[in-house]
């Protein structure tokens, strides 16, 4: 059973940092490239990060680029987005999301229908 679970959400200040992580479990997380998305109140879902499966390409959405930086540890199974400089726009519930890696280009990282398996969310405030 394939599963997601992220971690890591929390208030923080701007200018401040988080470091959300994406724990996978039921499959072998080398084959399948792992995205972030994010949906703040009363906005559509929109992609944030994206690593792939095979060669560890990433993408970044303009809004968060310089900024974040995603990563991943196979043996550990679990994804990281290391987030820097967050300002109070990056306010929003996040999900990580998964597809079996041949899947994923760059025209097609930032598509909610991509994706497969979704977690539940974690939540991130940044707020003073």
């Known amino acids: 059973q394939v599963q997601l679970v992220e971690s890591g959400g929390g208030l923080v200040q701007p200018g401040g940092s988080l470091r959300l992580s994406c724990a996978a479990s039921?499959?072998?997380?080398?084959?399948?490239?792992i995205g972030w998305f994010r949906q703040a109140p009363g906005k559509e879902r929109e992609g944030v990060s994206c690593?792939?499966?095979?060669?560890?390409?990433?993408y970044y959405a303009e809004s968060v680029k310089g900024r974040f930086t995603i990563s991943r540890d196979n043996a550990k199974k679990t994804v990281y987005l290391q987030m820097n400089s967050l300002k109070p726009e990056d306010t929003a519930i996040y999900y990580c999301a998964t597809v079996w890696g041949p899947v994923v280009a760059g025209g097609n990282w930032f598509l909610a229908d991509t994706y497969d398996y979704w977690g539940q969310g974690t939540q991130v405030i940044v707020s003073s």
């Open positions: 039921g499959f072998t997380l080398d084959y399948y490239a």
């Open positions: 690593i792939s499966s095979s060669d560890g390409s990433t």
